[in-house]
């Protein structure tokens, strides 16, 4: 008796997902960077579309411009942070974008560090390239079961003034009991060491628990409290015996990548980017993803929308 043989492996449909090898980088190091996810002319329309949503937003009524004094005016910016998850908002620079009377020190183009959160649900292109087949056959490979895309962001890091991000992680902005955040990060253009690149603790998502949350605080507005009663690593990270925090003097390794990248990043993993002292922009597009079946909790100051967080499906 004679079998049919099998499609050689050249007919097969290109790979959705990832390949064995990218998802051992990623259980290995924390973050996998995968070149070409975009096309150029993808890469080119959000940047063109970040770029038309920072001309066109009046900061006529935007709170960071009611400041008139020197006094801190507490929690005015709090609320337009906090209902900004299912809204289209945007965040100046926290350093440098004002000077000392509270005047624009760039135009206002030139001074928002990040818009968000709904992106990727308000927006039909951020939509189209997030809730995608491929992300969500990404999302699988990873081992969701019920992929939800809770929040997104562009990044600008503006010329001359983009900020510094210290060493951090992702999970405790975005805790699920135990953790799943999962990043994904598309570099909208070129990310240099000049413009400042992220870079990566390897392997540090095996050893830094996530001890603390950031929650929506009783007196109002938002800070830190400590993970006293979740679990600190995924189920599938055993806990070490020893532990990196974020303050410990580890190794980076820089991320430089082209326009139309891709990079995950494990919600444990340590990674930071320094300030964009260059002349160029350094704009990226990232939204998150946590497991459905897993519990979110109710204290973290991003609370669904009443349709719930986005599904990522095929
Ligand atoms: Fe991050």
New binding site residues.
């Given amino acids: 008796m004679t079998t049919t043989a099998s499609p050689k492996p050249a007919d097969a449909p290109a790979t959705l997902g990832l390949t064995s090898e990218q998802r051992a980088f990623f259980d290995e190091n924390g973050y996998l960077i995968l070149p070409d996810a975009l096309s150029a002319d993808e890469a080119a329309a959000l940047l063109g579309e970040s770029q038309t949503m920072l001309r066109d937003f009046s900061i006529a009524d935007h709170p960071m411009t009611k400041f008139s004094t020197g006094e801190k005016e507490d929690h005015v910016g709090d609320d337009y942070f906090l209902d900004s998850g299912d809204k289209i908002r945007f965040f100046f620079e926290e350093v440098d974008a004002f000077n000392e009377a509270g005047e624009l020190t760039k135009p206002k183009e030139r001074a928002i560090n990040k818009i968000g959160h709904y992106l990727h649900h308000l927006s039909p292109p951020f939509r189209s390239i997030s809730l995608s087949a491929k992300n969500a056959a990404i999302a699988k490979a990873l081992g969701f079961h019920d992929p939800r895309v809770l929040q997104s962001m562009v990044i600008c890091k503006q010329p001359e003034i983009g900020g510094r991000?210290p060493p951090?992680?992702?999970s405790p902005f975005l805790y699920t009991n135990p953790p799943s955040a999962v990043?994904f990060w598309y570099a909208l253009e070129d990310c240099t060491v000049n413009n400042g690149c992220l870079s990566f603790a390897k392997g540090t998502h095996k050893t830094s628990p996530v001890k603390q949350r950031f929650v929506r605080m009783a007196e109002g507005g938002t800070g830190f409290v400590d993970n006293n009663d979740g679990a600190q690593f995924p189920p599938d990270i055993q806990a070490p015996d020893v532990t990196t925090d974020i303050q410990s003097d580890v190794e980076y390794t820089m991320g430089e990548v082209k326009a139309g990248t891709l990079v995950l990043?494990h919600g444990n993993v340590l990674?930071k980017s320094e300030k964009n002292l260059s002349g160029k922009s350094r704009f990226i597009y990232t939204f998150h993803v946590i497991e459905g079946q897993k519990k979110y909790d109710e204290r973290n100051w991003l609370q669904p929308p009443e349709q719930g967080f986005s599904k990522l499906e095929a």
Avoid: P
Wanted: aromatic letters at 0%; charged letters at 15%; zero cysteines.
């Fill in positions: 991000v951090h992680q992702d990043g990043i990674h």
